[in-house]
């Protein structure tokens, strides 16, 4: 017969397994055999760790060889924070739930050919420059994605995706 037993306090935490069998010790009643996600209180509580979100791709890929970018909070005031992401000589901010970019500029025009190719007219944008494209009306598959530039030819710019890939 199995008995589901709930538990009113954790105080004691997470116990490793060697413990387990240990029902006369009194620590064994306020404790967890596993618990996952979570941050025991002062009080005796167990509550759900706070998560995180996907707002993108880092920029720079792990590879052999290479560092992995690292990820820090840093907490500018009571009411703003932010995510840093340090890479090989670069570092991103992150807050509201995405990466802080520049002024946006407005695409004239856009082309269905192979590889994606978008006008813009006044751009201070090089190669390999990562863009985040929002409210592109008349073509709705790129709108809310990021893209890497791979080539410029006046004011018009070649896209691929963040693998490198060109858009058709």
Request: charged share 10%; proline share 4%.
């Amino acid at each position: 017969m199995v008995a589901t037993v709930g538990l009113s306090s954790f105080a004691s935490g997470e116990v490793s397994p060697s413990f387990w069998g240990h029902f006369s010790h009194q620590k064994f009643a306020v404790a967890c055999s596993t618990l996952r996600n979570c941050f025991v209180s002062i009080r005796g509580g167990a509550y759900s760790r706070a998560g995180t979100k996907y707002v993108g791709k880092a920029k720079q890929a792990a590879a052999a060889g290479s560092v992995d970018p690292r990820i820090t909070s840093f907490q500018f005031n009571v009411k703003q924070g932010y995510i840093l992401e340090w890479g090989d000589k670069y570092v991103r901010f992150i807050a509201n739930g995405g990466y802080i970019t520049e002024t946006p500029i407005g695409i004239t025009a856009a082309s269905q050919a192979n590889p994606l190719t978008v006008t813009v007219p006044g751009h201070n944008f090089a190669v390999n420059d990562w863009i985040y494209i929002a409210g592109a009306g008349g073509m709705i598959q790129i709108d809310g994605l990021v893209f890497v530039i791979t080539g410029i030819a006046g004011n018009v710019l070649t896209l691929a995706d963040v693998f490198g890939v060109p858009v058709n």
